[in-house]
């Protein structure tokens, strides 16, 4: 998901896990940077000798983070250029659906050519990382990892709720829209929520971070550090602390993520048990819901 309120959960006051965390960034963007400059002596498009469990990880960190903050200015530059915007029409572009799914897109956008750049550079296309041609077998896959994700979901639920009692399983992950909205404004909600993110998180998360892990260790640690760094980054996105429930959420549908990446060598299977998974949290959200109300 959904990679929004990641800086956003840095804080104004760094506790000793933020200022650790930011050390990380800094540490990340640093390596990052030397990373894309430098030179690379083999030719051949290769995920295991053109980047390894360092860079994938300190480099998505970084593609995470510029990509919120490029965009996050970009936005800001509107009513800077237009001086005669006022607050409230401010807070009407911030409010509205469409707006909301431009800047999704934006952020989408700016990840994948992020990420291009740097693959580019080191000869390698996106089909390296498991943008192959599509299979209808792929389609059997996604539906089977969608029942075994559910599985170890419910089973994660459990186990997290026995050993910590007080955990709060209860709160309600902030998407970004109004779960009232009705209409064509359904549109860039789905496209936003159902379409978007998939493909551009497995591309980063199962495609590139998974690769350069899997390229020197062995898939069980590359799937665990690559869904601990995937649950992270939805830890943030709570009213009332740290989303608890979506962290054990994405942990698990990751690990099934890079199992299909792992099994198939391609990225289309994940891309599909993704997008199932948003678009049933769509339907119930946006449909089933509005008439329980």
Not at 82 to 111: C, G, M, P
Not at 118 to 133: E, H, T, W, Y
Not at 239 to 250: C, F, P, Q
Not at 284 to 293: C, D, E, H, K, P
């Amino acid at each position: 998901m959904h990679f929004i309120d990641g800086v956003g959960s840095l804080g104004l006051q760094l506790n000793p896990w933020k200022f650790l965390l930011l050390l990380l960034v800094i540490f990340s963007f640093a390596h990052a940077a030397f990373s894309f400059f430098k030179v690379l002596k083999s030719n051949e498009s290769d995920i295991s000798k053109n980047w390894g469990p360092l860079e994938a990880v300190t480099i998505s960190i970084s593609v995470y983070f510029s990509a919120q903050l490029i965009a996050g200015l970009l936005i800001s530059i509107i009513p800077l250029i237009n001086r005669s915007t006022s607050e409230k029409s401010i807070d009407s572009i911030q409010n509205n659906v469409w707006a909301t799914f431009a800047f999704i897109l934006l952020i989408e956008a700016i990840t994948i050519s992020l990420i291009f750049l740097f693959i580019r550079r080191r000869n390698v296309k996106f089909i390296d990382l498991g943008l192959n041609k599509t299979k209808f077998k792929y389609i059997g896959f996604a539906f089977a990892g969608f029942g075994v994700y559910f599985l170890l979901y419910v089973l994660g639920l459990a186990i997290s709720k026995a050993l910590i009692p007080g955990l709060n399983l209860d709160q309600k992950q902030e998407i970004g829209f109004n779960t009232s909205t009705t209409g064509i404004s359904l549109i860039p909600v789905f496209l936003s929520l159902v379409i978007l993110p998939p493909i551009t998180e497995e591309i980063v998360a199962r495609g590139f971070l998974f690769g350069g892990l899997r390229s020197k260790l062995p898939f069980l640690l590359s799937a665990v550090i690559t869904s601990v760094l995937f649950a992270s980054a939805h830890l943030g996105a709570a009213k009332d602390g740290l989303l608890w429930v979506a962290a054990i959420d994405t942990f698990t549908l990751s690990l099934v993520l890079c199992y299909l990446r792992e099994k198939t060598g391609s990225l289309w299977p994940s891309i599909g048990l993704h997008a199932m998974k948003n678009g049933i949290a769509f339907i119930v959200l946006f449909n089933i819901t509005q008439y329980f109300r």
